[in-house]
Nanobody, 125 residues
Framework: QVQLVESGGGLVQAGGSLRLSCAASGRSFSSYTMAWFRQAPGKEQEFVSAITFTWSGGRTSYADSLKGRFTISRDNTKNTVYLQMNSLKAEDTAVYYC????????????????WGQGTQVTVSS
């Protein structure tokens, strides 16, 4: 079992930055692929970014529209995955969710076994 708790959301002006954190419980954190998804009001949940488990090389993947602005990373000593978000836009406003799965990177939410409760990010224009 893995429990995930997100933090770091908040209100920020357009052009600003935020760093989200996702703290995981469990002894096998380093063996999980970790991902971020987001859901904007009235829209479906969408893939944001993911990072594989460490011994597979820590490969990362991003939604095409977010490349260059968002950076995912993980610290296995702290059982934490991060999402650094720069140059934020109003359209980045959403609830951001952390997710984990034991396989490789997948872009469908149904492939992830564990989820956090989400953290709200609001970008004012």
């Amino acid at each position: 079992q893995v429990q995930l708790v997100e933090s770091g959301g908040g209100l920020v002006q357009a052009g600003g930055s935020l760093r989200l954190s996702c703290a995981a419980s469990g002894r096998s954190f380093s063996s999980y692929t970790m991902a971020w998804f987001r859901q904007a009001p009235g829209k479906e949940q969408e893939f944001v970014s993911a990072i594989t488990f460490t011994w597979s090389g820590g490969r990362t993947s991003y939604a095409d529209s977010l490349k260059g602005r968002f950076t995912i990373s993980r610290d296995n000593t702290k059982n934490t995955v991060y999402l650094q978000m720069n140059s934020l836009k109003a359209e980045d406003t959403a609830v951001y969710y952390c997710a984990a799965r034991s396989g490789s990177i997948h872009y469908q939410r149904s492939a992830y076994d564990y989820w956090g409760q989400g953290t709200q990010v609001t970008v004012s224009s």
